[in-house]
């Protein structure tokens, strides 16, 4: 290896240092490259991309050189280790994509195949003549690649699946007349044999013909009506399955795809052919026969979990959907995986997870194959070869490797198991017929009601059955055709199975009912209730547990999907989680073009992450501190994408508005409140001020479609971002925006310079405004502008205030606070806003922040209540008792609150609740406030 460095660091100097792990990883390109190097090879174009058209030319002029098949053999078989070594070089090095690793591969099999065919049919009309039908014309070939080929997938050292075939029958024209049949099954045979002979120099490609019509007994070219034909009146499910990937790659490519179009309605129904899951769970469970069989459970293509399931995964969207939907009559794996994320036909997530999924097993394979140019698909055990696969993958040892592999292994074969899962092998329910009569109201009311009270709904049976009979007359539910109504029917069947495992079946059934009925036009989300058992059952729960759950599914079902993994449903999302599986969804939209998709993205994110939150909460996977800090860190992660998008539509639109130092303004978003202090409960408002450092607003925007002043520059902007996070689509709303902290409330601009916002701080604020910037933070856009706001905060809660003057100016605000928002009644007391609740807790705070902060700076530091009664008790602002008194009160009063919520009940306790808390703070009102 040192040898072969020395010498590329002298013919080629700049192919030396991303050379050296790819020699550790292929011993096949140590080999190859030797031989360039002594031939005198500088490998120059080893660092640049290289066209089709490029290769196609190298190819040709190989062939060229000497038209003896020998010459030919030897020269394709020492172009073709050439470009092989390039392509591994490449893709180790990390100077190639996947995609580009994989259409080089399929690039040079085109090429090679192409090439070999003319020069073949050359010598074959030399002997024969030139191949025509009974009217002269001339007949041409067709080869169609297949398989990974065809798609423009191929892998290191695969075989290339053809197809021959040809545009007519007749015969040839010259002095030894043969037909046209026998003249291309020649031409096939000598083709595949220039490509597969081995010789000194090894191979080109192997070749594999199995999938033409009747495979190893069928003729290796058949004519076009003969194709026809066949696939007419034998064509079988697999066959369907194996030309969503046909491509023509040689001989007459414009006959080939008049092919493609003739055979499209055999490939694609005109209809939802949902019959092509079940024949491809027949073919895929054949496939695990022979790897269970063959022992080939190490096997990264056919294994458990491996590419082959990926490719199941998307090819049964295309059976099904493919006749109604072009975009999936495409032959490439990953734009089809795309649509079907951007589609909806799976969510956006899982889409992106199976694309990752498959770059990094088709890598890994990739990888195992240009170790030694063998077409195996084995995780390797010599240790040898396990060094150079981790060397190829660029990782930092074998057991994170193997990780990465179980880890991906494991998501896809649950992603499999969910497209193939086989709802009709599910037992019959045993509630079925209960189910059916009383949908088909065969029962009295008063024997309904004792059948239900006899198969477990003892507390309300009558219940059951309104619930049942309301869904009956869903215009939705009338609307269904009979087959799909008696699919709904078991999907009840089983719903009802469900609710009877829980403690209050009535309640829950009754909730899941509403999610049924949201979704009753919705035929995807309907089957996947009915075969996803694992679904089923987590929905039943999550509505058993919280009505509010129950709405916010109905009203957002796409959140559906995320029922599937319960591992990952019961997995609360931790920050880095959030933020970098958002940017993910994100990374290919271009907005503005794609403003409806991203406003969808965001709120399908929004709900779903939330729903995941929600779902750790209810079964006390996080407390309740931790349940705040996510739907905050979702905020923040959802606030700060949309204000990205925001400006992208007013860049494209208006250009940027500048300072007068010719540097690009910027704005920053200011979160108050709830959103500041890091409590978000479920469905919160964002309370939000805008700030920018736009000195010049009378001067005009630059560099976009049309200029507008500065000044509502900044306006139109914060305008947008408001419209990004609370405008009502299919999906709902992001979060409501609430704007009344900013300067001077409703009457005040919507978007305050650095400069006045920082004066009016200064000199105009009131108290209770001062209060409200305790709660403030910096959360996105201009970080310069957002450490100013920092200092600015900093400077103002830490000014030396009257301490007397102070208290009366909180107790002012706290009375008419009381006066109009205490809801308090002989019914139930305001854990909010009443005596001893939770506003006075943070009056109580803010009081001591204002007060002491000047003498001890550290207590600015904090905008959330517990942590600033941490700080003020360190300070000795207050007796460190006091405060975990204030602290646990607190939080014992959020606790309730926000279980509350979630089961959409009122804020207000039993009159004689909490009545311990209650005293403790109102003591301590006194003692800090005074009356």
């Not at 100097?13 to 002594?38: D, I, K, V």
């Not at 030894?176 to 020649?186: G, H, L, N, T």
């Not at 403690?503 to 009915?530: F, K, M």
């Not at 909010?832 to 902060?853: H, N, P, S, W, Y």
């Amino acid at each position: 290896m040192d040898e072969i460095l020395e010498r590329v660091k002298q013919c080629c100097p700049e192919l030396a240092q991303p050379l050296e792990r790819p020699l550790r990883a292929s011993r096949f390109l140590r080999t190859a490259l030797g031989g360039m190097l002594q031939q005198g090879d500088d490998c120059a174009d080893f660092l640049r991309s290289v066209a089709a058209a490029e290769i196609v030319h190298a190819v040709d002029a190989a062939l060229s050189a000497d038209d003896s098949n020998e010459a030919q053999q030897c020269a394709l078989r020492q172009l073709r280790r050439r470009y092989m070594a390039r392509i591994a070089f490449r893709d180790i090095a990390g100077l190639a994509p996947l995609d580009e690793t994989l259409v080089d591969l399929s690039n040079l099999a085109d090429a090679c195949v192409d090439s070999a065919l003319r020069a073949v049919a050359g010598r074959l009309q030399q002997r024969y003549g030139i191949p025509r039908d009974a009217e002269g014309t001339v007949v041409t070939p067709v080869v169609l690649g297949m398989g990974k080929l065809g798609g423009r997938e191929l892998n290191f050292s695969s075989d290339i699946d053809l197809i021959f075939c040809h545009t007519d029958g007749g015969q040839t024209d010259g002095e030894r007349p043969i037909s046209c049949d026998e003249y291309f099954a020649k031409l096939a045979q000598e083709t595949t044999r220039l490509l597969v002979a081995q010789t000194v120099d090894g191979f080109v490609f192997r070749v594999d013909t199995m999938l033409r019509p009747f495979g190893s007994v069928g003729a290796l070219s058949a004519s076009f009506p003969a194709l026809e034909d066949y696939y007419q009146e034998h064509g079988r499910e697999w066959e369907r399955y194996a030309l969503i990937k046909a491509r023509p790659i040689a001989g007459d490519l414009e006959a080939g795809e008049q092919l493609l179009s003739l055979l499209r309605p055999f490939v694609y129904r005109r209809y939802l052919d949902y019959n092509a899951i079940s024949n491809l769970r027949d073919l895929k469970r054949m496939i695990e026969d022979d790897v269970q069989r063959k022992g080939l459970h190490d096997n990264v293509k056919l294994g458990s979990g491996g590419i082959r399931e990926i490719e199941f995964i998307v090819q049964s969207f295309q059976l099904v959907r493919g006749g109604a939907e072009s975009e999936l009559r495409d032959n490439r794996l990953r734009p089809t995986l795309r649509y079907l994320g951007q589609s909806g036909h799976l969510a956006a997530e899982v889409a992106e997870r199976l694309d990752q999924a498959y770059v990094f097993l088709r890598r890994l394979e990739n990888a195992i194959q240009m170790y030694d140019d063998r077409q195996t698909h084995a995780i390797p055990t010599d240790a040898d070869a396990q060094a150079a696969l981790v060397a190829a993958l660029d990782l930092p040892d074998w057991s994170t490797l193997i990780q990465q592999w179980k880890e991906t292994q494991q998501f896809v074969r649950e992603q499999f198991d969910h497209v193939f899962a086989d709802a009709a092998a599910q037992p019959p329910d045993p509630h079925q017929g209960l189910i059916d009569a009383l949908w088909n109201q065969a029962l009295p009311e008063p024997q309904a009601a004792e059948m239900l009270r006899a198969s477990g709904f003892v507390a309300d049976p009558e219940q059951v059955a309104r619930h049942i009979e309301a869904l009956r007359h869903v215009r939705l539910v009338r609307a269904m055709r009979e087959e799909a109504v008696a699919k709904l029917r078991t999907l009840l069947a089983r719903l009802l199975s469900e609710a009877l495992s829980l403690r209050h079946p009535e309640q829950a059934l009754g909730r899941v009912l509403q999610v049924v009925e949201a979704v009753a036009g919705r035929s995807t989300y309907l089957t996947l209730l009915r075969e996803s058992s694992g679904a089923r059952k987590q929905l039943v729960r999550l509505c058993a547990a919280s009505p509010w759950l129950s709405e916010f599914i109905a009203r957002s079902p796409i959140v559906l999907d995320t029922l599937l993994d319960p591992r990952s449903l019961y997995e609360p999302p931790a920050r880095e989680e959030i933020v970098s599986d958002l940017a993910r969804r994100c990374d290919d939209l271009d907005v503005p073009e794609d403003t409806e998709r991203a406003m969808e993205l965001l709120r399908q994110f929004q709900k779903e992450m939330t729903l995941r939150i929600a779902a750790a909460d209810l079964v006390e996977a996080l407390p309740l501190v931790q349940v705040s800090d996510r739907l905050t860190w979702l905020a923040e992660a959802i606030v700060e994408r949309a204000l990205h998008f925001a400006w992208a539509e007013m860049r494209q639109q208006y250009g940027e508005p500048l300072r007068s130092d010719g540097t690009v303004a910027g704005l920053s978003v200011i979160a108050y409140g709830k959103f500041g202090g890091i409590e978000l409960g479920y469905g919160s408002d964002l309370d939000l001020v805008f700030l920018h450092d736009c000195d010049q607003l009378g001067a005009d925007s630059v560099g976009g479609a049309r200029s507008i002043d500065n000044g509502t520059y900044m306006t139109r902007l914060a305008q947008r971002l408001i419209n990004w996070l609370s405008t009502q689509t299919p999906a709902g709303r992001a979060y409501e925006v609430d704007m009344e902290l900013r300067p001077n409330g409703r009457s005040g601009l919507l978007v305050s310079s650095e400069s006045s916002f920082a004066d009016y701080q200064r000199n105009e604020a009131w108290t209770w405004e001062h209060q409200a910037l305790t709660r403030s933070r910096f959360i996105c856009g201009s970080k310069t502008i957002g450490e100013r706001f920092a200092k600015l905060r900093h400077e103002v809660i830490t000014r030396e205030r009257d301490p007397e003057t102070l208290r009366q100016q909180i107790v002012d605000m706290r009375a008419k606070m009381r006066l109009n928002l205490d809801k308090t009644s002989a019914e139930g007391w305001d854990i909010k806003q009443g005596v001893g609740g939770l506003i006075d807790i943070e009056f109580i705070t803010q009081f001591l922040v204002l007060r002491d902060a000047h003498r001890s700076p550290q207590i600015a530091q904090w905008s959330d209540n517990w942590r600033q009664l941490d700080a003020l008790a360190e300070a000795g602002s207050i007796e460190p008792d006091d405060a975990k008194q204030l602290i646990h009160c607190y939080r014992r009063y959020r606790v309730w609150a926000h279980a509350r919520s979630l089961q959409s009940t009122s804020g207000l306790t039993p009159v004689d609740a909490f009545a311990e808390e209650r005293a403790v703070i109102d003591t301590l009102r006194r003692k800090l406030l005074g009356a």
